[in-house]
């Protein structure tokens, strides 16, 4: 009995004593300060790149929106966990952690770990890096290695990129080391059209070059009008005259398709035949005249 009446009277010492609750109120009230210095820093962080963005916008250069929408996430992303961790770090102080081992033990623990995941490190660096250059954006049609398709999305560790047929490929970012984007700059449709060898070439070509003229006002993906190079070839039946059109990024495929309509069209309306395979067929008893009235002849 006495042993648990010294207790509680340790107890009831220590739970009155004034310089114990002076310390606890003062180290509650450090952390108070300490969470709400946190949040106002990350706030005003905030407004600090938005605003910079802004400005940036405003200037005379070009930057792509995309680009410029996930660089701002990324840096308030980076703003808030470093701040967070400052302030947790902070925290533990005051309530008399030791920082120093902690500190220290942390560094270990990474170390290992960071052995452990040089490919995950990887993936986020390179996908850092695609980000701020800008090498591609979603929505962009790209190729990368044998996968080729439009960017769904984009991360720090992986690029997902959605094939024509439906398949969704998932690439690590650091397995990316050559890029192709179709989407940056125009495009060109190249059209072979054929012609027959009985037909006034001059006449085609002013007749095709005369439709050329009026596409650009019907199809609005076409940069300039469509250009007639010339005979491309001399085939065995026919001559093939080449056209090419400067197109908006991936839009060669659909404008080549509307030109050879066009031109079909044209060349029906104006009688100018297009070649096609002729089939010659000869019964034997036919084959067998023939070949002795020659005979008879060459006697």
Avoid at 191 to 214: C, H, P, R, S, W
Avoid at 244 to 250: G, L, Q, R, S
Wanted: charged residues 25%; hydrophobic residues 45%; negative net charge.
């Amino acid at each position: 009995m006495k042993t648990w009446d010294r207790l509680i009277e340790r107890l009831w010492e220590r739970l009155t004593n004034e310089d114990l609750w002076l310390s606890i109120g003062e180290g509650a009230l450090k952390i108070i300060v300490t969470i709400l210095l946190a949040a106002i820093v990350i706030r005003i962080g905030k407004v600090m790149i938005r605003n910079i963005f802004k400005l940036r916008a405003k200037s005379p250069l070009n930057f792509s929106e995309r680009r410029e929408n996930t660089l701002l996430r990324l840096l308030e992303n980076v703003l808030t966990y470093v701040v967070y961790f400052i302030a947790f770090v902070n925290i533990l102080s005051i309530m008399t952690f030791d920082i120093k081992g902690l500190i220290a033990g942390a560094g270990v623990v990474g170390l290992a770990v960071g052995f452990g995941a040089q490919s995950l490190v990887k993936d986020v660096i390179t996908g850092f890096f695609i980000i701020f250059e800008d090498q591609f954006s979603v929505g962009d049609y790209i190729r990368i290695g044998k996968y080729e398709g439009y960017v769904e999305e984009i991360g720090l560790r992986t690029t997902k990129i959605k094939s024509w047929t439906g398949e969704l490929h998932i690439l690590p970012n650091g397995s990316i080391t050559e890029v192709t984007n179709f989407s940056l700059h125009n495009s060109l449709a190249i059209v072979d059209v054929t012609v027959a060898y009985e037909e006034n070439i001059e006449e085609v070509e002013q007749t095709i070059e005369e439709l050329l003229k009026t596409l650009p006002d019907k199809y609005e993906e076409l940069v300039a009008p469509p250009q007639l190079l010339g005979i491309q070839n001399m085939g065995a039946t026919e001559v093939v005259l080449r056209i090419v059109a400067e197109t908006t990024p991936m839009n060669h495929m659909y404008i080549a398709r509307m030109i050879r309509k066009e031109v079909k069209l044209c060349l029906d309306e104006k009688g100018i035949e297009i070649p096609f395979p002729h089939l010659v067929m000869y019964s034997r008893e036919e084959k067998e005249s023939m070949i002795g009235k020659k005979d008879t002849e060459r006697s």
